[in-house]
């Protein structure tokens, strides 16, 4: 009896390694594999030009009127005290909304966004032709519909149109 249990307790013991290695698929490509994953790998382009300002248009990829209206119950228009912020690697973007404050200050300001390559979040915004309101004062400029109350909470700001850099928060 003794003999049978302590045998039954090494199957137990080494159990666990008798187990075969998971592979996971693509780790080593077999021929079933290799068709399947081939196509789907996209190449990898770690070539960056950080000269180069980029905007890219990401209200091209999808129907945003799912989203609308878009309300920031933390942030209203309004004047801000510029004030420094220190955070290194942050790409520079705007807080805006659908008032003719934040319109006026997209067209005087859209030159030097674009040069930046600053992105636009909309934290206030109706409809679809506010939207549309809001990208015309700055053309070329990525502006997205956005709920702004957490931006509003981290930066401790109260009011837009603001710009917000790794080294500064100003209007």
Known sequence: MKRI??????????????????TV??????????????????????????????QADLSTFADEAWILP???SHLSPGQIASRTLN???????????????????????????HEMGAAGLAVEVADAEALAR??????????????????ATRLQIEH?????TATSLEQ
């Not at 520079?92 to 966004?113: I, K």
């Not at 990525?142 to 931006?151: A, C, E, K």
């Not at 837009?160 to 917000?164: A, D, G, M, N, S």
Request: glycine share 6%.
């Open 134 to 151: 809001i990208r015309a004062a700055a053309p070329g400029i990525t502006i997205l519909p956005v709920n702004g109350n957490d931006i």
């Open 160 to 164: 837009y149109p603001v710009l917000i």
């Open 70 to 72: 878009v309300r920031s």
């Open 25 to 54: 698929a693509g780790d080593q490509p077999s021929d079933f594999t290799r068709p399947h994953f081939q196509g789907s790998r996209t190449p990898i382009n770690n070539k960056t030009q950080p000269d180069r300002v980029m």
């Open 87 to 113: 955070m290194p690697g942050l790409q520079p973007f705007f807080l805006v909304g659908d008032d003719p404050r934040s319109r006026a200050w997209l067209h005087q300001r859209a030159t030097e966004l």
């Open 5 to 22: 249990s302590l045998i039954c307790y090494f199957i137990l013991l080494l159990a666990p390694f008798a187990q075969p290695e998971l």
